[in-house]
């Protein structure tokens, strides 16, 4: 991969934006190599939880916006190219989608500024750690247009509406001690190092759980965030009942009791028509 490496180790998927030269920005070969490395880790089942960390400076400063001027072009001239203007972005839309769709939780740890289309990337996580120095902005505004590839609509579920109308309308920048005041960072972390250590101890917590009960849980977490209550808890009795294992529960119990680390059945590699020969 060009934007990216990726490792696998005890579980734990880490996948590391490696152009800090670059400022970790997003051109097309990142939209192309991010989409692949997810659908593969959906896919193959060996990874129980994922983990997204940066080089550099900053973390990423957002789209490759020379992109726009060569290799893409958006033409606003007729209703024929905004209609493909629409697609285009529904297609960036549904890579950052995966990382909330993907069957294992995904940690951001994040240093320097998350910019841009980095904030895009972020809010569709399941964790956010962040270095002291690190800032979030909506840099979109800053040049002339609207965040369109999550931001603004994932980001509401996560702090106070006001905040993401002050940070949407003048692109001011947000610190990581107040986005963990406000609830968007889990915890900060003076440097890097100790921010990657805290954010692979508790992957590492993650991967010791049973895999289909991390999965139901991150359906249930994002179900009831986009639904009432009574809805939720339906939907909860269904997935309980389909999910629901006596082994799990009692290798979880006899593993406490004998102080070691318990051993649960992976999810299942998925195959799809389309992979068939």
Not at 1 to 20: G, K
Not at 37 to 57: E, N, P, Y
Not at 90 to 114: N, W, Y
């Amino acid at each position: 991969m060009h934007c990216f490496s990726l490792t696998t180790e005890n579980h734990i998927a880490h996948l590391v934006l490696n152009q800090p030269d670059a400022l970790n920005t997003m051109g097309p070969t990142f939209w192309r190599e991010l989409d692949e490395v997810l659908s593969a880790l959906h896919k193959d089942a060996q990874a129980r939880v994922l983990l997204i960390s940066s080089t550099g400076k900053h973390f990423s400063a957002g789209m490759a916006l020379e992109t726009f001027a060569g290799a893409i072009t958006m033409d606003d001239q007729s209703p024929e190219g905004r209609a493909a203007m629409f697609d285009l972005l529904t297609d960036m839309q549904a890579t950052f989608s995966k990382l909330e769709t993907l069957r294992i939780p995904v940690i951001a740890a994040i240093q320097g500024g998350c910019i841009g289309g980095a904030v895009d990337m972020v809010t569709a996580c399941c964790l956010r750690y962040a270095t002291a120095d690190a800032f979030f902005c909506i840099q979109e505004i800053n040049i002339g247009m609207v965040a369109d590839v999550g931001t603004l609509q994932r980001l509401p579920k996560l702090v106070p509406l006001a905040l993401v109308k002050e940070l949407a309308y003048t692109g001011r920048r947000l610190s990581a001690q107040k986005a963990a005041a406000y609830g968007l960072v889990n915890e900060v972390f003076e440097t890097p190092q100790a921010m990657l250590a805290a954010a692979l101890q508790c992957a590492a917590e993650i991967a010791t759980k049973p895999p289909v009960a991390i999965w139901g849980t991150k359906q249930a977490v994002h179900y009831a965030r986009d639904h009432s209550v009574d809805e939720a808890l339906k939907q909860m009795g269904w997935l309980q009942g389909a999910i629901w294992s006596n082994k799990n529960v009692m290798e979880a119990v006899l593993a406490m009791k004998g102080k070691r680390t318990p051993e649960f059945a992976a999810l299942q590699p998925l195959r799809g028509f389309r992979d068939i020969v």
